[in-house]
């Protein structure tokens, strides 16, 4: 396969996982205490959607598996991808073992995509229409505005 096949493929599987990648990581940078003035934007997100303290703690019990298995997860995938690159780049490539590294980094961004639907259909059942417009459009605006590490690497100077 052509070198520049393999590296679109390679962006591909490793761009699928962006979106969720942002949302993952958007829920943790909300979470911890940023150093803003009393003034500036909430510090989490839940301060942001501004629930109220019921639907806080329904909010961090339904949060608190998801990001363990997220988290569990991106080990798995990361691993498959480090071993997919070394498969890639050895002396002898061979087909069935790349193929069989692409199928399980699949599967698990399959697995992955639906526990992030999951969590973020448990969320929206917890938020009324004001608090659910405001999630979509912090999450749309992530999407739009990520890129991931392939794209700026490949990008050209």
């Known amino acids: 396969m052509h070198r520049n096949t393999w590296k679109w493929v390679l962006a591909a599987s490793l761009s699928l996982n962006i979106g969720f990648?942002?949302?993952?990581?958007?829920?943790?940078?909300?979470?911890?205490?940023?150093?803003?003035?009393?003034?500036?934007?909430?510090?989490?997100?839940?301060d942001q959607l501004q629930l109220t303290a019921e639907q806080r703690i329904r909010w961090h019990r339904i949060e608190q598996g998801f990001i363990t298995d997220l988290a569990a997860n991106w080990r798995?995938?990361?691993?498959?991808?480090e071993a997919l690159i070394?498969?890639?780049?050895?002396?002898?490539?061979?087909?069935?073992?790349?193929?069989?590294?692409q199928t399980r980094i699949a599967a698990l961004q399959d697995a992955q995509q639906r526990r992030v639907i999951t969590q973020l259909l448990a969320e929206r059942d917890l938020l009324d229409q004001r608090q659910r417009a405001a999630l979509m459009a912090l999450l749309l605006n992530r999407y739009t505005n990520a890129a991931t590490e392939e794209e700026l690497l490949h990008r050209e100077q």
């Open 21 to 46: 990648t942002a949302t993952v990581a958007y829920h943790r940078l909300q979470a911890t205490p940023a150093s803003r003035s009393a003034q500036s934007a909430p510090a989490n997100l839940t």
């Open 86 to 101: 070394k498969h890639i780049f050895s002396a002898q490539p061979e087909r069935i073992k790349i193929d069989a590294e």
């Open 76 to 81: 798995e995938i990361g691993q498959h991808r």
